[in-house]
């Protein structure tokens, strides 16, 4: 099941590169960008809760999803290469084994445990 589901993020990266090239960026963007939403590591300085609460947001695919219509739909070619990037990353994320995670502890993810114990 594992690989079927790394599969299927693989399709949805690969999905993300497609859409990056319907908007007028050059290619270099995409590499340049695409780890920019682990900055939401930041919060957890603050405290897991809120780390975790931050992460979540800008790993969600919902919102990437979102920011990529909306500026499909109101031609706002940033707006769409924020949700490529964060859709994308996220996908890339989840190849990897690094989930949404749990306000306990970083490496408790909604695809499990990641890393060393």
Known sequence: MSNLIKLEEVGQFLLSLLLFNQLDYAWWVFPACLLLPDLSMLGYLINPKIGAWIY?????????????LLGFLWNQPPL?????????HSAMDRIFGYGLKYEDNFKNTHLGWFGKD
């Open 56 to 68: 979540n947001l800008f790993h969600h695919k919902f919102l990437g999803i979102s920011l990529l």
């Open 80 to 88: 769409g290469l924020a949700g490529v990037i964060l859709f994308g």
